[in-house]
């Protein structure tokens, strides 16, 4: 079996950040809620190095460019 070859970081982040995007609105939309509009979506992908080495998960987050988030989310 072939191993995939690794897209280069440009590649790799717009493909994390797809899959982020995509995912995190199933979650919400799902639960009902809208995520504020000082939110955004952030996708973190594997570089060179991690690929190599076999890691090829990419890590989904939400990002606050406002303010300084503390408390959970939604309740």
């Known amino acids: 079996m ?3 070859v690794y897209p ?5 982040q717009a493909e994390v950040q797809q899959s982020c995007a ?3 609105a199933g979650m919400f939309g799902g ?3 809208e995520v504020p509009p000082s939110l955004v979506v ?3 992908a594997p570089d060179e190095g991690a690929w190599a ?3 090829r998960i ?3 987050g939400l990002q606050s ?3 300084k988030l503390t408390d959970p989310l939604f309740r």
């Open 2 to 4: 072939t191993e995939p």
């Open 8 to 12: 280069g970081d440009p590649g790799a």
């Open 22 to 24: 995509e995912r995190m």
């Open 31 to 33: 639960l009902g809620v």
């Open 42 to 44: 952030v996708g973190y």
């Open 53 to 55: 080495a076999g890691s």
């Open 58 to 60: 990419g890590v989904c």
């Open 65 to 67: 460019r406002v303010v």
